[in-house]
C-alpha cells in the first residue's frame, strides 16, 4: 500500500502523463504481450503442419479464415502465413538481440579505450566515430552488405550492430571520464595495476550497467532496421521470412490480397509498440527526472 | 554572425573530402566487380571494358581522375543503366526527392510544433493525452508500415487518394509520400518542443517575465517560444537524415521517379559511380542542412556564435 502510494507520488515528480495515467498497467500488459509473442514464435510454426517454405498449390493466394487449412492465409506461393510471419518475427529477434549484442561489445572497448586513454588517442578515436555518424547510417549499411554476399545472416549482424555502437561508445566514454578520476581507480594505479588491468577489472565492470540498459532499448531500432534492409531487399532473403520482406511483398500485393500486408504489419506494429512501452518505462524507473 | 558562417562553411569541406574519400576506398575495395555476370566475358571483352571505364588504372590514378570529375560536375558513365551518365540520373531524379523531402519537413513544423505547444500549454488534459499517445506510435513506427497501410486506407478503402504514381508532381500524388515522410518526424518535433517548452515555462526569466506583469500570451510569445525551439532546431539536421533514408521506403512504396532507388539499385549492381555519386550528393545535401539547422540556431542563441 505503502509502495503503491510512494510509485504515485514519484510519477508526479516526473510529470510523465503517459505514467501517471496508465499507472504501470501499460508495461507490463506489453510485457505480457511480449511475452506471448515469444512464445507463439518459437512454438507456433511447431504446432502447423506447415513450414515456412512448402507450397500449397491448392491454396494460392487464400485470404485468413480458413481454420482447417491456413489461419492466417496464404500468400502468391501458397506458403502459410501464419509460419512466416511467426517465423519473422523469430528472425527479427534474434538478429536485434544479437546485433544489441555485437554493439554493446564493440561500443564498451571503444569507447572504455578512448575514455581511459584520454589525449590525442581519445581525440582521433572520437573524430572517428563523429565521421561516422555524419554519413546518414543507411549508405554504410549498403556498402556494408555490398562488401560482401547478400543475405547472409552473418553480414546482416555486422552491418546492423555497425552502426549500433557509435551511441554506446560516445555513452561509455562519457562514463568512463567520469570513472576514470574516482578515488577506487587512483587506488588500484597506487597498487601498481597495469592500465589494461585497470580497465578490464575496475572500468568495464562499472560502466556495464547502465550502458546493458540502453542496448536493451535499442533492440526496437535493431528491429527496424532489420526489417527495412530486408524490405528493401538487401537483408533476408527468399524463400527465407522476415518481417521486411513480408511487408515488401504485402504492399506490392495489397489490392488483391491486403492481408499479405496486414498479418506481417500488424505483428511489427504490435512488437514495436509493446518494446517501445516497454524500454520507457524502463528509462523512467532508472532517471526519472527525464520527462 | 557572419564570422561564424563562415567558420561553419569552410569547415564543411574537409568533411566532405573524407566522405568522398572513404566511400571511394570502401566501394573500390568491395570484392566483385560490376561486370560479373552470369556468362563469363572472355578476358579480351573484360580488358577492354575495365579499359573504357578506367578500371584497368592504379587507384590512386582512378581517385585524382574521380575528383577531377567531381569539380566538373561530372559523376562519370553509369555502368548499370548504359546509355546514361549518373550525372543525367541525378539531376532526373534528385528535384522530385527533393522537393518530397522539404515538403515532408515543412509539413512536420507546421504539425509538430503547434502540436507540441498545445501539449505543453495543456498539459496532462485531453489533447495533452491523446498527443502523447499518438507521438508515441507515430515515432515507434518506420515509414515502411505507415507508407504501405495510409495507401491502404486512404488509397484503397476510402479511394479519396491515388495508391502511387507521381504525374509531374501533382498535388494528390504527392499527399500520401509526404505524409508518410512527415508523420514520425512531426510525432518527434511535437515531443520535442512540449518537453523544451515545458521546462521553459518553469525558468526565472519566465517567472520573472510575469511577476512584471504581463499576461500568458505574451509571456508564451515574446519570451518563452525563442528558447523552446531550440532543440527542435537541432533536430532539423538528424530529421533530414531521416527524411533522406524515408525517402528510399517512400519512393519505392508510391513509385517515385526520385533518387533513392538508385542507391540501392546501384549497390545491388555494383555500380561504383552511381553509389559514389548518390553518397556524393546526398552527403552534400546533409552537410549544408546541418550548416543551415547550425546557422539558424546561433541566430535564435547568440550564446552559441561567441563561443
Known sequence: MAGSIRACGMSEVAGSARGRRWGGAAPRLALVVLALIALLAVLGPLCSPWSFDRLDWQHLALP??????????????????????????????????????????????????????????????????????????LFIVIILTTLFRR????????????????????????????????????????????????LVRHIVPNLLGPVAVYATLTIPQMIIFESFLSFLGLGVQEPHASLGNLINVGAQEMQSAPWMLLVPASFLVILLACLNLLGDALRDALDPHER | MLRYALRRIGGLIPTLLVIITASFCIVRLAPG??????????????????????????????????LRGLLHGDFGPSLSQRDFTVTELIAQGLPVSISVGLLAILLALCIGIPAGMAGAIWRNHGPDHALTTFAALAVALPSFVTGPLLALVFGLGLHWLPVAGWEHGAPRYLVLPVLTLAL????????????????????????????????????????????????????????????????????????????????????????????????????????????????????????????
Open chain 1, 64 to 137: 485468413p479464415g480458413d481454420i482447417a487449412a491456413h489461419w492466417l492465409g496464404t500468400d502468391r506461393l501458397g506458403r502459410d502465413l501464419f509460419v512466416r510471419t511467426l517465423y519473422g518475427v523469430r528472425l527479427s529477434l534474434l538478429i536485434s538481440v544479437l546485433a544489441s549484442l555485437i554493439s554493446l561489445v564493440v561500443g564498451v572497448a571503444w569507447g572504455a579505450v578512448a575514455g581511459f586513454a584520454g589525449g590525442r588517442t581519445d581525440e582521433w578515436m572520437m573524430r572517428f566515430v563523429d565521421v561516422l555518424y555524419s554519413l546518414p547510417y
Open chain 1, 151 to 198: 543475405g547472409s545472416i552473418g553480414v546482416l549482424l555486422v552491418a546492423i550492430g555497425a552502426v549500433g555502437w557509435l551511441t554506446t561508445a560516445r555513452i561509455v566514454r562519457g562514463e568512463t571520464l567520469a570513472l576514470k578520476r574516482r578515488e577506487f581507480i587512483e587506488a588500484a594505479r597506487a597498487l601498481g595495476l597495469s592500465p589494461a588491468a585497470i
Open chain 2, 33 to 66: 566487380g560490376p561486370f560479373d555476370q552470369e556468362q563469363t566475358l572472355t578476358p579480351a571483352v573484360r580488358a577492354n571494358l575495365d579499359h573504357l571505364y578506367g578500371l584497368d588504372q592504379p587507384l590512386t590514378v582512378q581517385y585524382a581522375h574521380y
Open chain 2, 184 to 307: 514520425p518526424v512531426a510525432a518527434y518535433l511535437a515531443r520535442l518542443t512540449r518537453a523544451s517548452l515545458l521546462e521553459v515555462l518553469r525558468s526565472p526569466w519566465i517567472r520573472s517575465a510575469r511577476a512584471r506583469g504581463l499576461g500568458g500570451t505574451r509571456v508564451l510569445w515574446r519570451h518563452a517560444l525563442r528558447p523552446a525551439l531550440l532543440p527542435a532546431v537541432s533536430y532539423l539536421g538528424p530529421a533530414l537524415a531521416y527524411v533522406v533514408t524515408g525517402s528510399l521506403v517512400v519512393e519505392t512504396v508510391f513509385g517515385l521517379p526520385g533518387t533513392g532507388r538508385y542507391l540501392v539499385q546501384g549497390a545491388i549492381d555494383r555500380d561504383y559511380p552511381l553509389v559514389m555519386g548518390m553518397i556524393v550528393v546526398y552527403g552534400a545535401l546533409l552537410l549544408l542542412f546541418n550548416l543551415l539547422a547550425d546557422l539558424l540556431y546561433g541566430w535564435l542563441d547568440p550564446r552559441v556564435r561567441h563561443e
